[in-house]
């Protein structure tokens, strides 16, 4: 549980983000009202590592995740962690003047500042399926953004399983031949590094722990998924608190039934690599298996890979 006191903190910097979240240029004829700390922070990090956040076919949920850090909290995040100067949800500064200091953080940064991308991009139609913006009434679909800003960004970070390997916009019929961050790179002989931090959602950990491992000590060590081993490299059901039962052949057959291992009720786990059997959600309250069963959110195949969710593979 979070103190009062944690609890204030987390509002007021919310509160402070939203209203500081617009960058330097943007941010002109407001910064009079923005919290003073916040500017010089964002400055101080604008001057090493700026961050460009775009969204394209996705839930939000990635972005949500990452609101709900607890430990360090997103005012820390934003204070001393990343200096996120575009996000299309949760900046107060909107349409062109947004777009455009993006586009000047990102000339002015060439090379340096991290791309993070959330959802997947639609390749159908010329991209015409996901509309990012509108500049001199001229519209910039999600597709032309990914491509110009990957090209010019020093490292990218697919967040979430839909930026890593397509993910629920990718599911059988994709109509709008939703593609990773990786799959339009290929195709279009991009060769910029990308990181992909999946799961649908991602822990907020996980895209906290990379983007602080980026601007410290660059790129981490991933798998052959493009995923940091530092949060992927584990399987689940090797690490998992009902293994005992899996070994005794003792099985859960509803979600209620805590004694016994829920593979017959769908349980992923065998097939899955990620660290949330001891980093749980939540703040640790608890974790999928412990409630439900593993989907198998964070990997490549998903969700067709692990359909249906809730019977056995
Ligand atoms: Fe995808 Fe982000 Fe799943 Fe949602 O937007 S990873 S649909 S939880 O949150 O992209
Ligand atoms: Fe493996 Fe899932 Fe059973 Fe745990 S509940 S032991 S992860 S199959
Ligand atoms: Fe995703 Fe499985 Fe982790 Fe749940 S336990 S978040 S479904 S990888």
Redesign the pocket.
């Known amino acids: 549980m979070l103190s009062e006191k944690q609890q204030n903190s987390l509002t007021l910097s919310r509160r402070a983000f939203l209203k500081g979240l617009t960058g330097t240029a943007a941010g002109i004829g407001l910064s009079q009202i923005f919290n003073p700390t916040l500017i010089s922070a964002m400055t101080k990090g604008l001057e090493t590592h700026p961050v460009l956040w775009i969204?394209g076919q996705?839930?939000?949920?990635?972005?949500v995740?990452l609101l709900n850090s607890v430990e360090p909290t997103i005012k820390k995040i934003l204070l001393e962690i990343i200096s996120l100067q575009y996000h299309p949800t949760v900046m107060a500064s909107e349409g062109e003047t947004a777009l455009e200091n993006m586009y000047r953080v990102a000339k002015e940064y060439k090379g340096k500042f991290s791309l993070a991308v959330?959802?997947?991009i639609p390749m159908a139609a010329d991209g015409k399926y996901c509309i990012s913006g509108e500049l001199n009434h001229k519209e910039i679909t999600m597709l032309e953004m990914t491509k110009e800003l990957g090209e010019m960004a020093g490292s990218v970070l697919a967040?979430?399983?839909?930026?890593s390997y397509g993910?629920?916009?990718a599911a059988k019929g994709n109509l709008t031949e939703a593609t990773s961050v990786s799959g339009v790179f290929k195709k279009f002989g991009i060769k910029t590094p990308v990181v992909n931090i999946?799961?649908?959602?991602?822990h907020p950990d996980w895209i906290v722990g990379s983007i602080a491992h980026l601007l410290t000590k660059g790129i981490p060590e991933v798998d052959e998924n493009g995923r940091p081993l530092l949060f992927f490299g584990e399987n689940i059901h090797e690490n998992c608190p009902y293994l005992e039962y899996f070994d005794q052949d003792i099985f859960s057959a509803t979600f209620t039934q805590k004694k016994g291992c829920r593979m017959e009720i769908g349980c992923k786990g065998p097939d899955v690599y990620a660290d949330c059997f001891k980093r749980r959600w939540n703040n640790g309250m608890n974790w999928c298996v412990e409630n439900a069963v593993c989907i198998g959110c964070v990997e490549p195949g998903f969700p067709d890979a692990s359909s249906p969710f809730y019977e056995k593979a």
């Open positions: 969204q996705g839930c939000t949920g990635c972005s995740s959330e959802g997947a967040l979430g399983t839909c930026a993910g629920i916009p999946p799961g649908c959602p991602p």
